[in-house]
């Protein structure tokens, strides 16, 4: 997969992207990650990117024509096919799991960082939709744009080096991730769950999905309405959910 990321600040990604998964799977060539400088597109003698806001207003708005031109010079590069080409700002479709699976499904992705107090609104005209991290406002979308790389990444087959782990993510199923336990059997007084030690998968299967299921009522009980839920989680939540009732009530 290739990704090319517009952004003023290309030596932010240096240390996120030269460690761990993401170093490993540019090196094995599964990965590509291309990090353009808008400034380089800037026809002013000082390079500079921003200008103030017609109308007035705090702060300085990115200038459309710098963001356009490395946008084409990506699309010549490409040879016309950019795949999707996605602007980070608090506007955009909040990112998800799901969002991101259906990212890892394409060949190329473009990444546009906005900074200052924006971008100019016709930049929108050049791309092909918006994500957000989050609620909430960040000095930029070089950090997004991480976010975004790595969740993606890791879907892409042969990252990771456990084929099975990406499914079994948090969110991949519609739930919350099971607890886990490692090694020291004991630790300083709680112990690894019996069932664990007890080598009898089907059983280890169900109170993985049990305590999935458990955790995701008491943390994110949202996202149950639309997992994927078995009769036998149904009625293992409606018994839960009976417990948890007559304990709050002190029967």
């Not at 400088?37 to 200038?63: C, F, L, Q, S, W």
């Not at 200052?116 to 939709?129: L, M, P, W």
């Not at 957000?132 to 993606?152: F, K, N, Q, R």
């Not at 169900?206 to 997992?227: C, G, Q, S």
Request: charged residues 25%.
């Amino acid at each position: 997969m290739q990704f090319d990321i517009l952004t003023l600040f290309p030596e932010m990604f240096t240390g996120p992207f030269s460690a761990s998964i993401i170093k490993r799977a540019i090196e094995r060539d599964l990965l590509t990650v291309n990090l353009i400088n808008i400034r380089d597109y800037a026809r002013n003698k000082h390079r500079t990117v921003d200008d103030a806001p017609y109308g007035g207003g705090a702060g300085m708005v990115m200038e459309p024509e710098p963001v356009v031109l490395a946008l084409e010079a990506v699309r010549e590069k490409r040879g016309g096919d950019m795949g999707p080409v996605i602007l980070l700002c608090p506007q955009g479709e909040p990112f998800t799991q799901r969002l991101a699976a259906e990212l890892a499904e394409e060949e190329h992705i473009v990444l546009v960082c906005g900074h200052y107090e924006g971008i100019d609104e016709r930049v929108r005209a050049y791309t092909t939709g918006e994500i957000s991290i989050g609620d909430y406002v960040l000095t930029g979308g070089e950090l997004p744009a991480m976010v975004v790389v790595d969740a993606v990444s890791r879907l892409i087959p042969g990252v990771l080096g456990e084929e099975t782990s990406p499914v079994t993510d948090s969110f991949a199923t519609g739930l919350l991730e099971h607890p886990h336990y490692t090694r020291p059997r004991e630790f300083r007084g709680a112990a690894v769950p019996e069932v664990l030690l007890s080598g009898h998968h089907a059983r280890i299967a169900r109170w993985r999905r049990e305590e999935a299921l458990l955790r995701t009522l008491v943390r994110r009980p949202d996202l149950l309405a639309t997992a994927a839920l078995t009769a036998d989680d149904r009625r293992f939540l409606k018994e839960l959910a009976t417990h948890l009732n007559r304990l709050n009530l002190g029967d």
